[in-house]
């Protein structure tokens, strides 16, 4: 069974593995090896089991038959956190759980890909967290996460990246992007900055006034 890197003071973020589409072993692994938490959804606990991850925290609601002392014998030690909210995600109760336990960042897989609606809420549910979680989507195509009203971050030339708003954002600023924003606005279903590029290897630098706005790093 792989374990993971445990760093003190947690100092790198924890891991959430939800239950969509897998992503490749390879970022798994860079993943696993330096989180000092790793955190499953009780609807993929099995999937994780077959690929002899160790978890630390297994939680949800768990609606279906589950044998709580299989997964004690199987993982010990592990903290199994069953939460019984209709009106709350699984996702949504991995997160809480950390806030709660003072952790400042995860870094979460598996999310996106299968279910739509899946996909869509966990997209867009971020935004609940701003302040109190930094959270990062990470799949075999893009990593996704809230941008603060000023970013800069050095990118390749050619770094496909996409702006998506959830709700309405407002006041954008753009640099070194091939299709720039001044001053504009962008709204989701109406007008979004999906697939946009790096324009020459350097920062790029976004900022913006109102609004929750998504940064997509996606590749091919």
């Known amino acids: 069974m792989s374990s993971h890197h445990i760093v003190r003071d947690d100092q790198e973020p924890a891991l959430i593995i939800a239950n969509g589409e897998s992503c490749n072993r390879e970022l798994l692994n860079q993943l696993l090896e330096w989180s000092p938490l790793v955190v499953v959804l009780d609807s993929a606990v099995d999937r994780v089991l077959e690929l002899g991850i160790k978890i630390d925290v297994l939680i949800g609601d768990f609606d279906r038959g589950f044998d709580y002392n299989r997964y004690k014998e199987l993982q010990y030690p592990i903290e199994i956190i069953k939460i019984e909210d209709q009106n709350s995600t699984d996702l949504d109760k991995a997160y809480n759980y950390l806030i709660e336990k003072g952790i400042p960042a995860v870094n979460v897989v598996w ?110």
């Open 111 to 220: 999310a996106t890909g299968r279910r739509m609606d899946h996909t869509f809420t966990n997209l867009t549910n971020m935004v609940k967290y701003a302040g109190q979680l930094k959270v990062v989507l990470l799949d075999d195509y893009s990593k996704v996460f809230l941008l603060p009203k000023h970013y800069k971050k050095w990118y390749p030339a050619g770094t496909t990246i996409s702006l998506i708003p959830i709700g309405h954002v407002e006041n954008i600023y753009t640099e070194n992007l091939d299709y720039p924003l001044c001053n504009e606005s962008l709204t989701l279903g109406f007008r979004t900055g999906s697939s946009n590029a790096v324009t020459k290897d350097g920062t790029v630098s976004i900022r913006y006034e109102k609004g929750y706005l998504l940064m997509m790093e996606c590749n091919d």
